[in-house]
């Protein structure tokens, strides 16, 4: 039984429909589609692993695993014995070493005087000098007349050489006087110098004291909490996590035949499989330099005869839409389902 000539129209073009979009569809780059969807997608966040700064014995533990805590608050603490112990050595090492200081201070003002009464006996000196000359002139001129003695010329004549020997000993003394001033202004020098040690050493003392209250350094939630009362931790060691829920993004891995067209800013639609009764939205924000094997320990030899092209994915970068309900609900490692919109 043949068909109406209406029914053969029809199923002719419908069968050339079928063939069209096939054809179509076959030709059509997997980047022209409006809507970019991929499974292989999850919650991220750039979470903080904390660590101690000092060694020592956890001696009291505050918090606990997922609870909430803010940026500054006080998890736990380590025995500051020891810490305080050296502290009071660091403060006595600045006291005796300000001590110290202060001693050369006054040992180089009374080098100043010093030198002040050499230079005084000099000019003493001079004096006698000048009063010996005189007398020494005045006796050699009474003896060559008669008038006076041999004895007395003698005895000035010796005056006048124990006067020069007074002035070259009080010159040697003022000599010395000025290399000690200079000796003590180098000792000041020193002295300063193991001061300003001694208040870094106090101040490191101080700040590895501190280190013993171990702080939340961003506000999160706890995670793979190891903090117990009793426990000896190490310097560097893992103690817990804190997750920011509120910086939480999207790690979304496309094939590279999908990212022609794909930039940020674009609207992104995101079902997540813990809450399929909720449509989230945000919007691309950046896309990775390079695809994940690029950064791989063994990168990929693809130099023989069997090789085969294996689709690249890259990582997108996805951020939630502030003020969303439920966005309270979603945690780090949720699947994500998320379809950007490309047209827009």
């Known amino acids: 039984m043949s068909l109406p000539k209406t029914a053969k129209i029809i199923s002719i073009s419908v069968v050339s429909l079928v063939l069209f979009s096939g054809v179509y569809l076959w030709d059509r780059s997997p980047a022209d589609a409006s809507l970019q969807y991929t499974n292989d997608a999850y919650i991220q966040a750039d979470f903080t692993l904390l660590s101690p ?35 009071k050595i660091a403060q006595a090492n600045v006291d005796s070493a300000q001590a110290m200081l202060e001693s050369l201070k006054v040992q180089r003002q009374r080098q100043d005087l010093l030198i002040e009464q050499a230079s005084a006996s000099i000019l003493a000196n001079k004096a006698s000098i000048e009063l ?15 008038a006076g003695s041999k004895q007395n010329e003698q005895t000035a004549y010796a005056q006048l050489h124990i006067q020069k020997a007074n002035l070259q000993g009080n010159q040697a ?5 000025i290399l000690q001033a200079v000796i003590l202004d180098a000792d000041l020098k020193k002295a300063t110098a193991q001061l300003h040690y001694a208040d870094a ?17 961003i506000s999160g ?8 009362k009793g426990t000896f931790v190490s310097v ?34 995101i079902k ?57 609900k979603l945690r780090v490692g949720m699947s994500v389902q998320p379809s950007i919109d490309t047209k827009l």
Request: charged content about 20%; aromatic content about 4%; proline content about 5%.
């Open 53 to 87: 700064r000092v060694s020592g014995q956890i001696d009291r533990v505050l918090v606990e695993n997922n609870q909430v805590v803010q940026a500054g608050q006080l998890l736990a603490s380590i025995d500051d014995r020891d810490l305080n112990v050296t502290v």
């Open 236 to 269: 560097g060691a893992p103690l817990l996590a804190i997750v920011p829920l509120d910086l939480i993004y999207i790690d979304a891995k496309y094939r590279e035949t999908q990212l022609e067209n794909i930039k940020p800013g674009q609207h992104v639609s």
């Open 132 to 146: 010996a000359e005189l007398n020494l002139t005045r006796y050699q001129s009474l003896s060559t007349q008669g």
């Open 272 to 328: 997540i499989d813990a809450l399929p009764n909720i449509i989230f939205t945000g919007k691309v924000a950046s896309l990775a330099p390079a695809s994940g094997v690029t950064f791989s320990p063994i990168a990929p030899q693809n130099a023989t005869g069997n090789f085969t092209k294996i689709t690249q994915r890259l990582s997108v970068r996805i951020e939630f839409d502030p003020n969303q309900e439920g966005l309270s």
């Open 221 to 228: 939630i706890l995670d793979r909490n190891s903090l117990r």
């Open 201 to 217: 050493m106090l101040d490191q003392a101080k700040l590895n004291l501190s280190y013993t209250q171990i702080i939340a350094p």
């Open 173 to 177: 003394a003022h000599q010395a006087s």
